[in-house]
C-alpha cells in the first residue's frame, strides 16, 4: 500500500519550484534588455511624432435672482417681474443647452471652424489659428459637389499674389488677394492680413494647406469633444473642458460658446419684456381715446349747464362719500384690468406671453402667469430644434393648456369678487345718494362723467408707468452665465502623455519576452534538463549528462581529451562505479546495456564513447552491436557494415567469438563485435539459446561488455535480452525525446521489463548543463554562435 506522504512528497516534487521558474526568464535576460529598448525607442518616436493635445477649461456660474449667483444690481428690479424665474431652472438643462447643436453651430460660424489651417514642417503638420497671413471666405456653397476631403494648397507668392492648387482637380491657378476664384465645390475668396504678411516678405514659398469642412460636420466633432459637467453635484457652477492640439483656437472655442450661450439667454429673457411692453402700447391707445372722449364730454357738460364750482355745494356729502368713491374706483380698475386679460388669455394662441404683474392684488394670480410664461419660453426654445410632435414640446403644451385653464378660473373667481365687491359699495352709495336728493340732477350726471375721467387717467397712469418698467427692463441685458475663470490651457499635453507611454512601453518590453518563454515554456514538450527528467521519473537515477556538439565538433573521445564531452564520459564511468559497488560486482565482469526510447536519441554515441572512456583506464572492453535491425557502428569505423557479427554467430553455430572481434582502431583495450548480417526475423533470432552463450563467453574474456541494443519501445529486441544486462544505461536526448515518452521506460523499470535502468541525458545545452551550469569547472567551453550567447541557447 502506498505511503500518503510519500505520494504528496512526489507530486510537489514535480512541480518547479517558484525559484526555478525565475531562473528560466532570467537566463533570458537578453531578450527582456532588447525588449525594452525597442519598445522605448518605438515609444519616443511616437512622442516625437505624434500631434500633442492640450486641455483647455472655462467655468461658469449659472445665475439665479434667488440665490447667491443674482448679480445685486438687478436686484432694484426684482419687484417688477420681468427678470425672475431662474431660480426654476435645471443644472441639467444647461448642460444640453450649452452641448445643442443650436449653439455650437453658431460658434462654428463665428470663428469660421469649418476652415482650417496647417503648416507643413520638417517634423510633421501643425495646425494655425491666430496670426494668419490670410483668410479664406467661402461666399457661396454648391449644392451638388461637396468639399474635397483634402487639403488645398495657398503658397504666397507677394503681398498680393499668391498660387492656389488644387490637386484632386488638377487645379493651379495665381491670383491676387480679395480675388472670387470659383471653384467646382462653391466661390471663394482670400483676404489678407497685411501685418503678417508684411514680416513675410523674407520668407519665400511660404505655404499653407487650407482645409474646407461641412459647418455640420465640425459640429458633431465638437458636440462630442466638449465636455459639460456640473463642479460638484447639485452645483450651479458648471466646467467645459476641451482637447486640441491648438491652445488659443481651444480657448476662442470656450469663450464663444459662453458668449453665445449668454445670448440665448438675454434673447429669452427680454421676449417676455417685448411682448408686455407691445401688450401695454395696444392698452394706452385705447384708454388714450377713451379718456379724450371722457373729458370731452366733460367740457360739453360745463358748457351747456353753465357749470363752474358745483364740487362746492355739496362738499357735506362729498366728504362722506368719498371713501366709498375711493374704493368703487379701485375695484373698478382691477375689474377692467380682469376683463382685459381675460380678452387677451381667450385668444388661443399657445406661442404668446401674458403681461406679469400688472397690480392685480389678488393672492396666487401672479404666480400662475409667471409660471405660464415660463412653461411658453421653454416651449418655443425647444421648437427652434424639434417640432410639436417631440413628446418634450407636447408634455409642455399640455402644460400650459392646463395651466391656462387654471390662469382663468382664478381670473373669473378674481372677477366674481370684484363685482360683489362693487354691488356692495354701490348699494351703500344708494345710501348716501339718498341724503343728496336735494342735488339737482345735473350734479349727479356731473359726477359720473368724473368719475368715468378719474377711472381712465389712473388706468392711463398705471400703463404709462408700467411701459417705463418694461422699457427699463428691456436696457438691462446682464448676461445668466457669469464667468467664473475665463478659458486656459494646461502648459503640459493631457494626450499622449510621455509618462504613461514610457510606462507602457516598459511594460510591454518586459511582457512580449516573458509571453514569448512563457508560451515557449507552456507548448514545449520536449526534455530538456535533467530538472525535467527528475521531475518525471523521480524513482529513476539519473547518472550522467552529455553535452551538445557544435559543428566540426569531434564525436568520439580521444586519450588524455580534456574536452567537456570527455570529462561527461569521465563522471558517468564514476557514477558506474559506486552502481557496481551497489551491486556487489567487484571486480566481475559487467554487462552494460545502452538503450532508448526511440531512433536518434544517441544511444549508439553514448555507447561508443562510455565504452573509449573505459578502455582508457587500462579495462578490457568489448562493444556489441545488438541492434540487428538498424545497425549504427559503422557511422563510427568505416568499411564495418558488411562485416560478420552477432547475427552471424546466433545463426551459424560453427562460428567462434575469435573470428568474429575486431580490434578496434582507437585503442587497444577496445574490441568491437559487430551486429552482423541483417536478419528476417530479428526477434525470433534473439531468442536462440546462443544469446546466453554469446554472453557468457564474453563476460569471460572482458570486463565491461558494452551492448548498444535497439530502441525499446519501437521494438522488442532490447526487452527480449535485458536479462543479461547488469546494468542498463537508458538515453535520453535533450530537445528530441518528448516528455510524454518517459513514460515508457518508469513503466518498464514498475514492470520489471528492464534491469537496473539509469538515465543518461544527451545533447544538453551548456545553459541547461549540470545545475544550470552556475558552478563550472571544465577543460573546455561550448562555442556557441553570437546569437547564441545573446539568447542564451
Request: proline content about 4%.
Amino acid at each position: 500500500m502506498d505511503n500518503p506522504q510519500n505520494t504528496n512528497s512526489l507530486h510537489s516534487h514535480n512541480e518547479p519550484t517558484l525559484r526555478e521558474q525565475i531562473e528560466i526568464y532570467l537566463r533570458h535576460w537578453p531578450w527582456f534588455l532588447i525588449a525594452v529598448i525597442l519598445t522605448l525607442s518605438v515609444a519616443y518616436i511616437y512622442l516625437r511624432y505624434s500631434t500633442p493635445f492640450f486641455q483647455s477649461t472655462t467655468s461658469i456660474i449659472i445665475k439665479d435672482s434667488k440665490g447667491r449667483g443674482a448679480a445685486s444690481e438687478l436686484a432694484a428690479f426684482e419687484d417688477i417681474g420681468l427678470i425672475s424665474g431662474m431660480n426654476t431652472n435645471s443644472i441639467e438643462n444647461e448642460i444640453e443647452i450649452l452641448r445643442s447643436r443650436r449653439l455650437l453651430r453658431n460658434v462654428v460660424d463665428e470663428l469660421n471652424l469649418n476652415i482650417r489651417y496647417f503648416r507643413e514642417g520638417k517634423i510633421k503638420t501643425s495646425e494655425l489659428f491666430l496670426n494668419l497671413p490670410f483668410e479664406v471666405k467661402i461666399l457661396e456653397e454648391s449644392i451638388e459637389a461637396k468639399f474635397p476631403n483634402y487639403q488645398l494648397q495657398f503658397k504666397i507668392l507677394s503681398p498680393d499674389t499668391f498660387q492656389f492648387i488644387d490637386e484632386g482637380n488638377n487645379i493651379n491657378i495665381t491670383a491676387g488677394f480679395g480675388d472670387k476664384m470659383e471653384l467646382p465645390y462653391g466661390a471663394i475668396t482670400v483676404i489678407p492680413n497685411l501685418e503678417v504678411l508684411q514680416s513675410l516678405k523674407t520668407e519665400e514659398n511660404y505655404t499653407l494647406q487650407v482645409q474646407l469642412s461641412n459647418p455640420e460636420n465640425i459640429v458633431s466633432y465638437y458636440r462630442q469633444a466638449i465636455q459639460v459637467n456640473p463642479v460638484v453635484k447639485n452645483s450651479s457652477v458648471i466646467q467645459l473642458t476641451l482637447n486640441d492640439p491648438v491652445k488659443d483656437k481651444a480657448e476662442a472655442i470656450l469663450n464663444e460658446l459662453v458668449v453665445q450661450y449668454n445670448k440665448d439667454a438675454i434673447e429669452d429673457r427680454n421676449m417676455v419684456a417685448t411682448n408686455t411692453a407691445q401688450f401695454i402700447e395696444e392698452r394706452l391707445e385705447i384708454i388714450t381715446k377713451e379718456l379724450d372722449s371722457v373729458e370731452t364730454d366733460k367740457v360739453i357738460f360745463k358748457q351747456e349747464n353753465n357749470l363752474t364750482d358745483i364740487e362746492s355745494e355739496a362738499q357735506l356729502f362729498l366728504e362722506s362719500a368719498s371713501e366709498l368713491n375711493k374704493r368703487q374706483l379701485d375695484l373698478t380698475t382691477q375689474m377692467s384690468l380682469v376683463d382685459n386679460i381675460i380678452n387677451y388669455l381667450s385668444e388661443d394662441d399657445k406661442t404668446a406671453l401674458l403681461p406679469s404683474n400688472l397690480g392685480i392684488t389678488q393672492d396666487g394670480l401672479q404666480g400662475l402667469i409667471q409660471n405660464y410664461n415660463q412653461l411658453v419660453l421653454e416651449r418655443n426654445k425647444l421648437l427652434r430644434s424639434s417640432t410639436e410632435q417631440n413628446p418634450v414640446v407636447v408634455n409642455l403644451a399640455n402644460q400650459i393648456d392646463q395651466l391656462k385653464v387654471n390662469v382663468l378660473r382664478s381670473l373669473n373667481n378674481v372677477k366674481s369678487s370684484l363685482e360683489t365687491s362693487l354691488r356692495d359699495l354701490r348699494r351703500q352709495e344708494g345710501v348716501f345718494g339718498s341724503k343728496i336728493t336735494q342735488v339737482p340732477d345735473t350734479e349727479k350726471e356731473f359726477r359720473n362723467i368724473v368719475r368715468q375721467q378719474n377711472i381712465k387717467e389712473a388706468l392711463y397712469l398705471f400703463l404709462l408707468q408700467k411701459r417705463e418698467e418694461t422699457s427699463l427692463s428691456l436696457a438691462v441685458t446682464a448676461p445668466k452665465a457669469k464667468i467664473v475663470d475665463l478659458a486656459h490651457s494646461s502648459s503640459r499635453p493631457v494626450s499622449p502623455k510621455p509618462n504613461i507611454i514610457f510606462l507602457a512601453a516598459l511594460l510591454l518590453g518586459l511582457l512580449i519576452p516573458f509571453l514569448i518563454i512563457y508560451l515557449n515554456q507552456l507548448l514545449y514538450n520536449k526534455v530538456s534538463n535533467r530538472k525535467d527528467i527528475e521531475r518525471l521519473a523521480p524513482n529513476i537515477a539519473l547518472i550522467g549528462e552529455i553535452p551538445k556538439l557544435g559543428r566540426g565538433e569531434d564525436e568520439l573521445i580521444q586519450k588524455n581529451d580534456t574536452s567537456v564531452l570527455a570529462e561527461s564520459f569521465r563522471i558517468l564511468r564514476t557514477n558506474l562505479q559506486y552502481i557496481f559497488a551497489n551491486k556487489n560486482l567487484g571486480e566481475k565482469s559487467k554487462t552494460i546495456f545502452v538503450t532508448s526510447t526511440v531512433k536518434g536519441e544517441g544511444k549508439t554515441f553514448t555507447s561508443v564513447n562510455l565504452a573509449l572512456t573505459l578502455s582508457n583506464v587500462g579495462k578490457k572492453v568489448i562493444l556489441v552491436g545488438c541492434d540487428i535491425r538498424n545497425p549504427q557502428l559503422h557511422r563510427f569505423i568505416q568499411n564495418s557494415n558488411t562485416m560478420r557479427g552477432v547475427t552471424d554467430f546466433l545463426v551459424q553455430p560453427d562460428l567462434t567469438l575469435n573470428e568474429l572481434v575486431h580490434e578496434s582502431p582507437f585503442n587497444t583495450n577496445l574490441d568491437i563485435l559487430f551486429s552482423g548480417n541483417i536478419p528476417p526475423n530479428p526477434a525470433e533470432l534473439l531468442l536462440n539459446n546462443r544469446v546466453a552463450i554469446l554472453f557468457e563467453n564474453l563476460k569471460q574474456h572482458y570486463d565491461y561488455v558494452i551492448v548498444d541494443t535497439a530502441p525499446s519501445m519501437l521494438v522488442t529486441d532490447t526487452l527480449l535480452i535485458n536479462k543479461f544486462a547488469d546494468v542498463t544505461l537508458y538515453v535520453i536526448r535533450a530537445d528530441y525525446t518528448e516528455r510524454r515518452l518517459i513514460e515508457f521506460p518508469v513503466d518498464c523499470v514498475e514492470d520489471d521489463k528492464l534491469q537496473g535502468v539509469s538515465f543518461i541525458l544527451n545533447n544538453v545545452r551548456m545553459a541547461n548543463f549540470g545545475y544550470g551550469n552556475k558552478y563550472g569547472y571544465a577543460y573546455g567551453v561550448e562555442k556557441k554562435s553570437f546569437f547564441q550567447k545573446l539568447f542564451n541557447f
